[in-house]
């Protein structure tokens, strides 16, 4: 079965700190991860996928996200914090075999003026 | 090039009633996939579509169904309304709904069951 996890409901940063939210995933064969975020009363926009190749990937807005295979996670990461960065987070698998994404939970992300 | 389209944005329907949210794709995309977004159950797939065709089906009643059409513009239909129904459902789509696809969203249909 395909499974992602989002352990943390809630982050909070402060503006300027670098950010991490966590992924962690669980599929048969290779992953195809991505993540999206969502603004209130908005859809999801795409931020960035990992297909295969370089473990780090680099998206949209300055994030990027690190895949780490043994660890099955797909952490995503910004440098330095925006007030607008501010929105839900959801991170997303697809196994080689399948379709479907299946999604998250998602992670209310909150930065700090 | 424009965005995955929903119309319409919101929706207020009694129990019972039934509904049909629409999907317009990006252009030149041919799968489409929608999903139901509650905030107690999170985002769940419901459908996708490819060519006309169902591919994929959620573990949804089957009071939720949909279609596409042969522009790749999708429907969904809700029949006999119910309260837990009321959710954000979001439409997507892909160019080919392979596993390395993006989907790209819509901004989403609000509907809310009294």
């Known amino acids: 079965a395909q499974s992602v996890a989002q352990p943390e409901d809630q982050v909070n940063v402060a503006e300027g700190n670098p950010l991490t939210v966590k992924c962690t995933y669980s599929?048969?064969?290779?992953?195809?991860l991505f993540w999206y975020v969502q603004y209130p009363n908005r859809g999801l926009q795409f931020l960035l996928k990992y297909i295969t190749g370089d473990n780090l990937v680099k998206g949209s807005y300055g994030f990027e996200a690190e895949f780490n295979k043994s660890q099955t996670s797909f952490h995503l990461k910004k440098p330095s914090a925006l007030v607008s960065d501010s929105a839900l987070y959801f991170c997303a698998v697809r196994g080689y075999t399948g379709n479907q994404f299946y999604f998250g939970t998602g992670t209310s992300l909150t930065v700090i003026p | 090039k424009a965005g995955v389209t929903q119309t319409p944005r919101y929706l207020i329907k009694t129990r019972g009633q039934q509904v049909t949210l629409s999907c317009s794709p990006i252009s030149g995309h041919r799968s489409v996939s929608w999903y139901q977004q509650t905030p107690g159950q999170g985002l769940q797939f419901l459908f996708e579509?490819?060519?006309?065709?169902?591919?994929n089906k959620g573990n949804f009643p089957g009071r939720f169904s949909g279609r596409q059409f042969s522009n790749s513009r999708s429907e969904m239909n809700v029949s006999t309304l119910e309260l837990g129904d009321s959710a954000l459902y979001l439409c997507a789509s892909s160019y080919s709904g392979g596993a390395s696809d993006t989907q790209y969203f819509g901004p989403g249909t609000r509907l809310t069951v009294l």
């Open positions: 579509y490819f060519s006309e065709t169902q591919r």
């Open positions: 599929v048969s064969g290779n992953p195809y």
